[in-house]
Each structure stands twice: as structure tokens, then as C-alpha cells.
């Protein structure tokens, strides 16, 4: 057996106990680092860190330095990852950072790694300084080798769907003994899951990007109604970057109202998105149609929705924004389990508008649906929003919307583009669930509301 010292004894041969356990030990040593750096890799969709907690389980069980090199969109490489078993070893800032360009003709190890070669197991005689004009991309490895005290090497691709996506390097100074064949083994191995687990990353960072344009894209103009203002904004969630079912809407009725409607599907996902879509035109043409009050307009959304859709469930709000014949602005809304509007007055005061709630919908389509009116102080904000500006892991719901009155109420005189801006970044930073917020601004008294004017 390769490995194993045989030992004569009279006419027989033995194996000696010692040297068995020694393989066995060594393979158990590279299981548990192939499975620790898998599990390193599936604990993130974060690429750059993946690779990084990799690098540091390599270090020093492996070698005594690696460092990773991916290839940008616009295929130069990067190098994303440099860790030491001595952090003094390393520069203020580590050597991270933009690599020169992978040249036509590569004749350095890692060029040609990244241009498809590889593994290669490179030794003292590979590291012999050349000139910078002949391979500045060979040239800055040399430079990384030198400064990072390298006597053997190996280089790997990261390969996945037959593209190369970047290299592995690791390095042992001289005084650890020498990396060799069966190590070159390895560290493809170890390559081959670091691609896979930067391919995945950035499946799902495109996926993810498709699913927001999409959504973004299907979010409204913001009708300019006269000296009523207007104003939204949506982000995905900041934790997981999901994109859900979270929408906004806002047009002018044939009757001169002005409609303020938020809604939440359920779900994060594709699937989410385009329900919200469909959701929101079937409310469009119900309430451009019918112009009914709001809680008529979402029971006939409600049966369509149970129609068409009949597992799946959402909250909406639909509120209908008008000027009165004495100047006074109302808003007459009703709410199918979503959180209420907050009202914010010109002096800072708040309160939450609770009437008009009943059932999301999809849960009962015959059940009736009430509907509130609100005379609007002059001057007043009024803020629709969905429950990931207010909801937190571990907190109930009542300390949120406190926590979002106090945010609303310190911005009641800026404007409308600061107010949304500021409560996001306020309230949103590490939001778990995606965040939609239509926000409303009503103008002056107006000389109509004036006695004798």
C-alpha cells in the first residue's frame, strides 16, 4: 500500500500500526477542510465573504498565506481576498485591490490560470523576477510571493459552467515543507466549490436584479394635482435582498380626487411582484370605473382578487384625497388589514387614522368593508407605508409605529423629498422585509375656509 512502511519479520511482511493511522489522520484532516469550507461558503450569498472565511480556514491548516483573484464584469481581475497566518505580515489596507489586465499572450501562472490553464504547483525556480513590461499581472504576483516570504505554490481556478471566474493562490514560506502533488489535488478541489459558491452568489444577485427592475419598473408616476404634493419610495429589504409584493399607487379620478393606495401581497419572490402588478391595475380600472367610496371599490378588488388568485392574500389601503367646498382637504379611506395611515400636522403633532379597517383580502370576499373620512389640518402629511418600516425581529408592533411617530414628527417641515429620504434612512437601514411609503403634503388655508374672504 502507497504510504505504508512494511516491515519483515522472519518471512512475513507487516504493516506498521503507526504509519496507517498517519494516512488515516491526513485524510480526515482534508475531509474536515473541505467540509468546513463548504460550510463557510453556504453561509453567505455574499461572495467576497464567502471567500474570505475560506481563505481563513485554508490559513494556516493548508498554507501559510492565500488570496483569491475574481474577474469584474469588464474582465479585468480583482483581487478580493489576501489573508496571512501573520495579520503583521500584511499592509495597512491588505493588498486587495484592481489587478492589471489578463494579457493576449499569458505567460505568468496566475494569466494563465485565468486564461484557462491549471492547477499549477509552482516552485522557487517558477518565481524568478522578470521585467514589469513583459507581464504586469505575472510581475504583481511576483511581488505578492516576495513580500509574502512564498518557497512553493499552487494555483487554481475557479471554474464553473465551463467559464472562469477567478483563481486561488496558496503559498508556504520555506520553513513548512513543500507543497506538492497530492496538495495540487486540493486545492482544485477547494477551487472548484469556491466557484460554485461565487457562481451561486451571482445567479442570485442577477435574479435578485431582475426582480427589482421588474418591480420598479411597474411602480407609478405621481400625478401633479395642483398645490397638492406628492411623493414615494421603495426599497427592497436590506438583509436579504428579496424582493416582495410591496406597492404604492396614486392617480386622479374622473371626479377631480386624487387616490392614495399602498398595498403588501404576501410572499418574497417573482411570483409576488406580479401579483402586486396585477393587483394593482385591477384596482385602477375597478376605481376609475366605479368611483365608489373606498370600501365598495375594495370589496368588488377583494371578490376579483378571491377569483383569480384564490390562495394568495394581501393588504390594501385605498384612500381617496379631496378639497371640499369650504377649501377643507379629506381623505376618505378604507383598509384591508394593513396598518393605518399616520398623520403628521404642520407643528409636529401625530396620530395614526384607525377607522375603516377590516379583513385583508382574500380571506372573506362577502364580508363588508367600511369605510372612514378625515378632515386634514391645512399644511398636514399624510404617510401610507408598508409594515418593514415599522416591524422588528423580536419587538412588538406598538414600539414601530412609535418609533415612526417620533421620526415623522421631527420632520414635519421638510420637504416632501428630505421627509422620505430621512425616514428611510431612519428607519429602514436593516430592514428584514422589503418598505413601500406614499406620502401626501396638503397645501395652505385657503381663502375659501376664510370667514368673509
Request: glycine share 10%.
Amino acid at each position: 500500500m502507497p504510504g505504508w512502511k512494511r516491515r519483515r519479520t522472519g518471512k512475513s511482511e507487516t504493516v506498521d500500526d503507526f504509519e496507517v493511522d498517519d494516512v488515516v489522520q491526513r485524510a480526515l484532516d482534508r475531509l474536515t477542510l473541505l467540509a468546513e469550507a463548504t460550510t463557510a461558503l453556504s453561509s453567505t450569498l455574499d461572495s467576497h465573504k464567502g471567500l474570505s472565511r475560506v481563505c481563513r480556514i485554508l490559513v494556516p491548516q493548508l498554507a501559510d498565506w492565500a488570496a483569491v483573484d475574481l474577474i469584474e464584469d469588464d474582465g479585468r481581475p480583482r483581487r478580493v481576498s489576501v489573508v496571512h497566518h501573520d495579520p503583521d505580515v500584511l499592509p495597512v489596507g491588505g493588498l486587495t485591490g484592481a489587478l492589471p489586465p489578463v494579457p493576449e499572450v499569458p505567460a505568468g501562472p496566475l494569466a494563465r490560470v485565468l486564461a484557462g490553464a491549471g492547477p499549477l504547483l509552482l516552485t522557487s525556480a517558477d518565481m524568478l523576477p522578470v521585467t514589469q513590461a513583459a507581464d504586469p499581472l505575472h510581475a504583481r504576483q511576483l511581488e505578492l510571493f516576495a513580500q509574502l516570504g512564498t518557497d512553493t505554490a499552487v494555483v487554481a481556478p475557479l471554474r464553473a459552467r465551463r467559464q472562469v471566474l477567478g483563481a486561488v493562490t496558496v503559498g508556504r514560506g520555506a520553513g513548512r515543507a513543500p507543497l506538492t502533488g497530492s496538495d495540487l489535488a486540493m486545492v482544485e478541489d477547494l477551487a472548484h466549490r469556491m466557484a460554485l459558491g461565487v457562481d451561486n452568489a451571482r445567479l442570485h444577485r442577477e435574479t435578485q436584479h431582475i426582480a427589482e427592475r421588474l418591480q420598479r419598473s411597474l411602480l407609478p408616476t405621481l400625478p401633479e394635482t395642483g398645490p397638492l404634493r406628492l411623493a414615494a419610495r421603495y426599497m427592497p429589504a436590506a438583509t436579504t435582498a428579496e424582493v416582495g409584493g410591496d406597492w404604492y399607487d396614486s392617480f386622479t379620478l374622473p371626479t377631480g380626487q386624487t387616490t392614495m393606495i399602498i398595498g403588501d401581497v404576501t410572499g418574497h419572490d417573482l411570483r409576488a411582484a406580479i401579483t402586486m402588478s396585477q393587483l394593482r391595475n385591477m384596482l385602477r380600472g375597478i376605481g376609475c370605473d366605479r368611483q365608489e367610496p373606498p370600501g365598495s371599490i375594495l370589496r368588488r378588488l377583494d371578490l376579483a382578487h378571491h377569483t383569480l388568485y384564490p390562495h394568495a392574500t394581501a393588504t390594501c389601503l385605498y384612500g381617496l384625497l379631496g378639497e371640499r367646498d369650504d377649501g377643507a382637504w379629506t381623505l376618505d379611506f378604507s383598509s384591508a388589514g394593513h396598518p393605518p395611515p399616520l398623520l403628521i400636522t404642520h407643528d409636529g403633532d401625530t396620530r395614526y387614522l384607525t377607522g375603516g379597517q377590516g379583513l385583508l383580502l382574500g380571506v372573506d370576499p362577502g364580508e363588508p368593508r367600511p369605510h372612514a373620512v378625515e378632515v386634514l389640518p391645512a399644511r398636514s402629511t399624510v404617510l401610507l407605508y408598508t409594515d418593514g418600516l415599522i416591524e422588528r425581529r423580536g419587538e412588538g408592533l406598538d414600539a414601530g409605529m412609535t418609533r415612526l411617530r417620533q421620526h415623522a414628527a421631527a420632520l414635519a417641515r421638510e420637504s416632501l423629498d428630505t421627509f422620505c429620504d430621512e425616514l428611510l434612512t431612519g428607519l429602514a437601514t436593516d430592514h428584514a422585509d422589503d418598505v413601500a411609503i406614499l406620502v401626501a403634503r396638503l397645501p395652505g388655508p385657503s381663502r375659501r375656509a376664510v370667514p368673509g374672504a
